[in-house]
Nanobody
Framework: QVLLVESGGGLVQTGESQRLSCTAS????????LNWYRQPPGKKRELVAS???????FIADTVQGQFNITRDNSKNTSYLQMNNLIPDDTAGYFC?????????WGQGTHVTVSS
């Protein structure tokens, strides 16, 4: 299993950028794939980005060109860079590691984008 700890959330203004971090500890195999989900208020949780240990990435269409995901394997940390934020990006952002079953989730970090 993997313990995931997110950080970097907070209040930002429209148009600003924010970088979230997800630091993993535990079974290194289980953290092969690190994913970022978000859950806006009153809505379902959705996948926004993924990255594997080889650096192969996936970015959801809804945030393509706006969000970027990277990772530092030496620190077992994934980063979600969010640019040009808008109020619709307001959400809880959650880190997930799903290579092992059951998958692991962090406690989440909240991002509020004010207009």
């Amino acid at each position: 299993q993997v313990l995931l700890v997110e950080s970097g959330g907070g209040l930002v203004q429209t148009g600003e950028s924010q970088r979230l971090s997800c630091t993993a500890s535990g079974d290194r195999l289980c953290m092969s794939s690190l994913n970022w989900y978000r859950q806006p208020p009153g809505k379902k949780r959705e996948l926004v980005a993924s990255i594997n240990s080889n650096g192969v990435t996936f970015i959801a269409d809804t945030v393509q060109g706006q969000f970027n995901i990277t990772r530092d394997n030496s620190k077992n940390t994934s980063y979600l860079q969010m640019n040009n934020l808008i109020p619709d990006d307001t959400a809880g952002y959650f880190c997930n590691a799903d290579y092992c079953v059951p998958d692991s989730w962090g406690q989440g970090t909240h991002v509020t984008v004010s207009s």
